[in-house]
Structures are given as structure tokens and as C-alpha cells.
């Protein structure tokens, strides 16, 4: 099993920023892929960013330019700079694993609002 806790988000106005954390404990070895995904009141959970273990990166084309993702792999750790905030990603934002038995794992969820 693996463990996510998230910290960060927060109200912010837009135009502004926020960092998001991660941290992984559990079965890390396992895990392969570590991204973030959000979900909006009344809409399906969405992919924001992703990295692999071995450093490579998926952008929601949303967010490119905006959002910066990186993972310490030595402290377990996933993190998201999130810059130029706009109200539409205001949503619910998660933490996920994926691990190398094709399992994914979720983190409990931290609030972003963004207001205009």
C-alpha cells in the first residue's frame, strides 16, 4: 500500500499563486508514476500534471505554462507550483500514485479557489 498526504492550496485571487505538496510513505519503491488530478463541482476528475520516476512530464495543455510539477524522489515527495491562477481551476486537487502492479492510490484531496 502507499500513503498520500497532501498540503497547500487555499483562496487566492486570481492572477495569483499556490504550491501544492505530496508526501508518499508506504510502499514507495512501488510507485512509478506521481501526479495530480482535479475535480470541479459537477465535473469528472481531470488529469493536471504527472511525472514519471524517471523525470518525464505530462501537462493538462490547461495548465502549461501556469503549473510546474516536480518530485523529490529522495524525500518522497511530489510538489505543484501553481502560477497565474484562474478561477476556472478552482476544483478539489489529488495526489495519486501509480504503482508498478498497475494500483493507483489517492491522496484525501486539499481545496483550491481561485476568485475573480
Known amino acids: 500500500q502507499v500513503q498520500l498526504v497532501e498540503s497547500g492550496g487555499g483562496l487566492v485571487q486570481a492572477g495569483g499563486s499556490l504550491g501544492l505538496s505530496c508526501a508518499a510513505s508506504g510502499r514507495i519503491f512501488s510507485i512509478s508514476v506521481m501526479g495530480w488530478f482535479r475535480q470541479a463541482p459537477g465535473k469528472q476528475r481531470e488529469l493536471v500534471a504527472a511525472v514519471t520516476r524517471g523525470g518525464r512530464i505530462n501537462y493538462a495543455d490547461s495548465v502549461k505554462g501556469r503549473f510546474t510539477i516536480s518530485r523529490d524522489n529522495a524525500q518522497n515527495t511530489l510538489y505543484m507550483q501553481m502560477n497565474t491562477l484562474e478561477p476556472e481551476d478552482t476544483a478539489v486537487y489529488y495526489c495519486?500514485?501509480?504503482?508498478?502492479?498497475?494500483?493507483?492510490?489517492w491522496g484525501q484531496g486539499t481545496q483550491v479557489t481561485v476568485s475573480s
Open positions: 495519486n500514485a501509480h504503482d508498478m502492479y498497475n494500483q493507483d492510490f
